[in-house]
Structures are given as structure tokens and as C-alpha cells.
């Protein structure tokens, strides 16, 4: 199985400014052939499921604000907030699809300082 | 609107079984493949089980190969999740989620609200 890493566990941001977390995969996620990352990031607010923010490693879904960036290649991924806005509290967490099975990393719960 | 309601989740004795459903609505549901994913209290998300959309193909974790089963009704649209053997390690909250179909089926770009599974003497 792929084990997905993040780190820090936690960090507190003040509001409006950057915050930058990772995600380390134990192998490459990178698929040669179509040159694609299989990289996801979610945001989980409290009490709330998963929504999916990021694929492709950089790709926002629509309707993600454009703060949000993804970016990394191979086993090595960022997720960064460009403006921390206090709706942004959440835990995220990458996910590789890869290959089965599909795998989480442990989170990032972003706070604000 | 897509729409995922899981039901089912509640207390039960380790070694006990219990069935989950997943009302599905707001697209074509026959077209895309579906996920189970648990998380447990304070944990990350852990995936259980994928099935395509007709039926003919699913994919199990290994820690609950032999003991859940995911089958789905199309006509209904409908996902189950059927739970055997259960034990005090399948405790967690259950999503049913949604494969894309523009990305990849094994991005998650819809997921319902989840239903907890408890399993304690």
C-alpha cells in the first residue's frame, strides 16, 4: 500500500496570511504515461464530510477559491492557502488514487493564530 | 443537487453483522463508480470498498475483504454496504462517495454525511 505522510500535524496561521502544509507518498504517484500526478486534497470542517479541493496534484475543483493552490510532483506535495480566511479552519488531508488502495494521509488541521 | 444519505449505522456486538445504505439522487447514478470510506473518531479517512456502475467490478480493503460486502441497486439508486464479523476496529463514521467520472473514478467529488458504526459489547 502507498502510505501518504503529511506534515506538520497542526499549524496556526494569523488571518490573511500564508499557510503551507505537505504530503509525502511512499512511492511515486507520478504516472509516466499521461505525465499526471494521482494526487488529491480535501478540506474537513467539524462535524462535516470531506470535500474535495485539489486533483491532479494542482487542479482546483470548481468553485474552490482561487487561494487555494496545489503543486509537487512525483512523492512530494503542497497545499497552500495564500490568505487564510477563518472559514479556511479545517483539517486537510491528501489522498493518493494511484492505485488501490486508495490512501489518506493523516491531516493538517490549520487554525488561525 | 447531487445528494448521498447513508443509513444503518448503530450499536452492535462485535462479532455482529449490520447493512448500510446509501440513497443516492441528483445524477445518473448507474454511470459512476461509488466508494465506501470510514474515518474513526480523531482519524483520518480510510477507504473500504469501490463498485462500478453496473455492478460487475468491486475492490475491498483487505482489513474487511471476506467480511463486507458492496453491492448496489440501480434501479433504486442505491449503494449497500453489507457488514459481517464485525469487530471493535470497524468503529467509525461510513460515507458513501461519489467516483468521478471527469477525473478519475477514484476521486471522491461528492460524499454524503455519513452514518456512525459503533461496535461494542
Known amino acids: 500500500d502507498i502510505v501518504m505522510t503529511q506534515s506538520p500535524d497542526s499549524l496556526a496561521v494569523s488571518l490573511g496570511e500564508r499557510a503551507t502544509f505537505n504530503c509525502k507518498s511512499s512511492?511515486?504517484?507520478?504516472?509516466?504515461?499521461?505525465?499526471?500526478?494521482?494526487l488529491a486534497w480535501y478540506q474537513q470542517k467539524p462535524g462535516q464530510p470531506p470535500k474535495l479541493l485539489v486533483y491532479w496534484a494542482s487542479t482546483r475543483e470548481s468553485g474552490v477559491p482561487d487561494r487555494f493552490s496545489g503543486s509537487g510532483s512525483g512523492t512530494d506535495f503542497t497545499l497552500t492557502i495564500s490568505s487564510l480566511q477563518a472559514e479556511d479552519v479545517a483539517v486537510y488531508y491528501c489522498?493518493?488514487?494511484?492505485?488501490?488502495?486508495?490512501?489518506f494521509g493523516g491531516g493538517t488541521k490549520v487554525e488561525i493564530k | 443537487e447531487v445528494q448521498l444519505v447513508e443509513s444503518g449505522g448503530g450499536l452492535v456486538q462485535p462479532g455482529g453483522s449490520l447493512r448500510l445504505s446509501c440513497a443516492a439522487s441528483g445524477f445518473t447514478f448507474s454511470t459512476y463508480w461509488m466508494h465506501w470510506v470510514r474515518q474513526a473518531p480523531g482519524k483520518g479517512p480510510v477507504w473500504v470498498s469501490r463498485i462500478n456502475g453496473d455492478g460487475s467490478s468491486t475492490t475491498y480493503a483487505d482489513s474487511v475483504k471476506g467480511r463486507f460486502t458492496i453491492s448496489r441497486d440501480n434501479a433504486k439508486n442505491t449503494l449497500d454496504l453489507q457488514m459481517n464479523s464485525l469487530r471493535a476496529e470497524d468503529t467509525a463514521v461510513y460515507y458513501c462517495a461519489r467516483g468521478s467520472s471527469y477525473y478519475d473514478t477514484r476521486v471522491l467529488d461528492y460524499w454524503g454525511q455519513g452514518t456512525l458504526v459503533t461496535v461494542s459489547s
Open positions: 489522498q493518493q488514487y494511484y492505485t488501490t488502495p486508495l490512501t
Open positions: 512511492q511515486s504517484v507520478l504516472y509516466s504515461s499521461n505525465n499526471k500526478n494521482y
